[in-house]
C-alpha cells in the first residue's frame, strides 16, 4: 500500500497513474469495484466538496466498511485522481471532431470543458494540484493540441494560444461554478441572487461614489430576466474574440515568413 506521506516526499512525480499497485490476494468486498467507487465519490464531490469527501463517508455511501476500499485504492487522493479523470471522460469528442474546421472545434472544446466545471464545481481547486495524466484527460489534452495545431500557429506559439482559450475557460467556469454553489447555499436561483446582490450594493449609501458610473453596465447585466443566457452570452463572444486574435497572430506569422 502506498501512503500518501510516501508521496509527499517526491510530489512531481505522485499520481495514482504513475503508481505500480500491487494486486490483492483474496478476492475484493463483493459487489464492489473501482468503478462503483469513483462514481459514488463523484456524486459525493458534486454535493458536498472536496473538503467533506472522505474514505469513511465515501464506505458509508456504499455500504461497505472504509477497509473494504482499500482493496482497490490506497489514498483519498487516489479516488479524487480517479473522479477527476472519470469526469474528463464527459468531452464530447465525437462533437469535437465532427465540426467543420478548428475555429468551430476550439469552440465545441471550450464549451465541453465549461460545461464539465460548472457540473463539478470540486474540479476547479482540484487542478494543479494532479498531474492529471488519466486516460480521458490524456484523450481531451491531446485533442486541444491537434486542434490548436490546425490553426496554423507556430509551435513555439501553440501552448501561449492553448492557455489563451483554456485558461479563459478555467476561470469562467470556475467563477460561474462558484456562483452558483453560493446561490444554491442561500437558497435562491442564481437570477434572484444576483439581482439581490447588485441591489444591495446599489442601495448602499457608502457605495454611492463607488456605484456612480458604473449605473449602465450595472443596468444592462441586471436587464435580462435569465442569468444564464448572460453566462452564454458572454462566454460566447470572448471566445469569439480570442479566436478572431488567434487569427491575427496566424496572419502575422505569415507575413513575417
Given amino acids: 500500500m502506498v501512503k500518501a506521506a510516501d508521496r509527499a516526499k517526491n510530489p512531481a512525480r505522485s499520481s495514482v497513474w504513475l503508481e505500480k499497485r500491487a494486486t490483492r490476494s483474496g478476492g475484493g468486498p463483493a459487489g464492489l469495484d473501482r468503478d462503483r467507487i469513483v462514481a459514488a465519490a463523484v456524486r459525493m ?58 475555429r468551430d472545434r476550439i469552440r465545441v472544446l471550450a464549451r465541453e470543458y465549461r460545461k464539465m466545471l460548472v457540473r ?15 486516460p480521458h484527460a490524456l484523450a481531451a489534452g491531446r485533442k486541444i493540441h491537434e486542434t490548436v495545431a490546425e490553426t496554423g500557429l507556430s509551435l513555439e506559439r501553440r501552448p501561449s494560444a492553448m492557455s489563451a482559450v483554456f485558461q479563459f475557460v ?5 467563477i460561474e461554478s462558484q ?9 435562491m436561483s442564481q437570477d434572484e441572487f444576483y439581482v439581490d446582490s447588485v441591489n444591495a450594493f446599489r442601495d448602499d449609501p457608502e457605495f454611492k461614489d463607488q456605484v456612480e458610473g458604473l449605473g449602465e453596465i450595472l443596468d444592462e447585466r441586471t436587464s435580462h430576466g435569465n442569468l444564464g443566457e448572460i453566462w452564454d452570452r458572454d462566454f460566447g463572444y470572448a471566445l469569439d474574440v480570442l479566436i478572431a486574435g488567434i487569427e491575427v497572430m496566424v496572419a502575422r506569422e505569415a507575413e513575417g515568413a
Avoid: C
Avoid at 58 to 77: C, F, I, N, Q, R
Avoid at 170 to 174: A, K, L, R, V
Fill in 179 to 187: 456562483f452558483g454553489r453560493r446561490a444554491a447555499e442561500a437558497g
Fill in 170 to 174: 478555467y476561470g469562467y467556469g470556475t
Fill in 45 to 102: 464531490l458534486d454535493e458536498e466538496g472536496l473538503a467533506k469527501l472522505s474514505m469513511r463517508k465515501l464506505a458509508t455511501e456504499l455500504g461497505v466498511t472504509a477497509m473494504s476500499l482499500y482493496w482497490y485504492v490506497d489514498t483519498k487522493d487516489d479516488i479524487i485522481e480517479f473522479a477527476m479523470d472519470s469526469v474528463y471522460g464527459e468531452f464530447d469528442l465525437a462533437a469535437v471532431d465532427a465540426a467543420r474546421d478548428w
Fill in 120 to 134: 463539478h464545481p470540486w474540479m476547479s481547486p482540484s487542478a494543479g494540484q494532479y498531474l492529471n495524466i488519466g
